[in-house]
């Protein structure tokens, strides 16, 4: 089992960057992979990106590819997303993910555990 908790989140101008931490405790955390989520106001849970559990994979949604990097360390047992350039629609709350599954990382079922989740507004 696996216990996810984010930081990070908070209020940001349009433009800016925002480093979201997900701290994961549980023995299996380095055979998970890792997912970020979020849902903007009015809005369903979206994908945002995941990456495997060994790291070397890694997969962006198109609205965040190129401006959000995912990274992970298992020796610390933590997830990074870092957000740059940020803009209105990226306002949401984040969640992180943990799951088993190697496929379809970008779909919520792949994940069995996930955190309270964490607000990040952009202003402009």
């Known amino acids: 089992q696996v216990h996810v908790v984010e930081s990070g989140g908070g209020l940001v101008p349009t433009g800016g960057s925002l480093r979201l931490s997900c701290a994961a405790s549980g023995r299996t955390f380095s055979r998970s992979a890792m997912g970020w989520f979020r849902q903007g106001p009015g809005k369903e849970r979206e994908f945002v990106a995941a990456?495997?559990?060994?790291?070397?994979?890694?997969y962006y949604a198109d609205s965040v590819r190129s401006r959000f990097t995912i990274s992970r360390d298992n020796a610390k047992n933590t997830v990074v997303l870092q957000m740059n350039s940020l803009t209105l629609e990226d306002t949401a709350v984040y969640y992180c993910?943990?799951?088993?599954?190697?496929?379809?990382?970008?779909?919520?079922?792949?994940?069995?555990?996930w955190g309270q989740g964490t607000q990040v507004t952009v202003s402009s």
């Open positions: 993910a943990a799951g088993y599954s190697n496929s379809a990382l970008n779909s919520p079922t792949a994940y069995d555990y």
């Open positions: 990456i495997s559990w060994g790291g070397g994979l890694t």
